[in-house]
């Protein structure tokens, strides 16, 4: 059994969501969350890079998945993501909450 599997079945919500590429840091949209999970979409020019002021968590090369993640303080909006292709480049979200 993973990670999910172990804890979702106290989450009453889900929510699904996609940001476009950034070449600057941008914090993601305020979305309530206990758990998430963020996809790369494959057609992808470059990476992604997730992370909180600064700080890389997570590089995501086109089609990569993260897995699902516990975010510490509730919200996605407390984390960042840039992509170098500007606006081309799609990152999917889920969240649990």
């Known amino acids: 059994m993973g990670f999910k ?3 979702s079945s106290d989450f009453s919500a889900e929510r699904f969501g996609l940001v476009s ?6 914090l993601f949209p305020n ?3 206990k758990l998430a999970r963020f ?3 494959s057609g992808n020019i470059t ?4 992370g909180k002021s600064g700080q890389v968590t ?3 090369p086109p089609g990569v998945d993260t897995g699902w993640f516990p975010v510490v ?6 984390m960042q993501f840039r992509n170098s292709s ?4 799609k990152l999917g979200f889920w969240v649990q909450f």
């Open 31 to 33: 979305v309530p969350a």
């Open 47 to 50: 990476s992604f890079y997730i």
């Open 73 to 78: 303080e509730d919200n996605l909006n407390t």
């Open 39 to 41: 996809v790369a979409y």
């Open 58 to 60: 997570y590089e995501l």
């Open 5 to 7: 599997e172990d804890i």
């Open 86 to 89: 500007g606006t081309v480049d």
């Open 21 to 26: 590429g950034s070449a600057s840091n941008t």
